[in-house]
């Protein structure tokens, strides 16, 4: 249960590029803005903002990571969306075993993974966790 601190140096240097290109100021995200102040906002019922598409890109990273690097490990990072962007957390996914080493009641392949999530029908990251467990 341990990662490499350069691969999770890496892993958090790729979210924070998303995130930089979320915040950075380009032609198109002036173009958004305008468009929104002359519609009145409404524009954006109809396409997602430059930051909801970065919000998504870093969900699905997170996806990624989690895939590669983190559940190998008996870890799992928790988009960090889902924490109101204030933290990047990490959760370890238990191995429950009985002393004798015999696996306990309603254990996949001798391992009870409990992640620390909640569920939701349209979060990409609880599906995922519903797969694993």
């Known amino acids: 249960m341990q990662i490499d601190a350069d691969e999770f140096g890496k892993a958090i240097a790729q979210l924070n590029e998303i995130f930089d290109e979320a915040e950075s100021i380009t032609p198109k995200v002036v173009l958004e803005n305008m468009l929104g102040c002359l519609s009145a906002y409404l524009i954006f019922l109809c396409i997602p903002t ?5 919000l998504r890109r870093v969900s ?14 008996g ?10 962007l204030r933290v990047i957390e990490v959760c ?4 429950d075993r009985s002393p004798s080493g ?3 009641p309603g254990a996949i392949n001798g391992q009870v993974r409990q992640p620390l999530l909640a569920t ?3 979060n990409p990251l609880a599906n995922q966790i519903n797969q694993i467990v």
């Open 50 to 54: 430059n930051y909801e598409k970065c």
């Open 60 to 73: 699905k990273k997170v996806l990624q990571l989690n895939t590669s690097l983190f559940v190998p490990q």
């Open 75 to 84: 870890l799992l990072m928790i988009d960090p969306a889902e924490r109101g």
């Open 92 to 95: 370890i996914m238990r191995s």
């Open 102 to 104: 015999v696996a306990k």
């Open 120 to 122: 939701s029908n349209n």
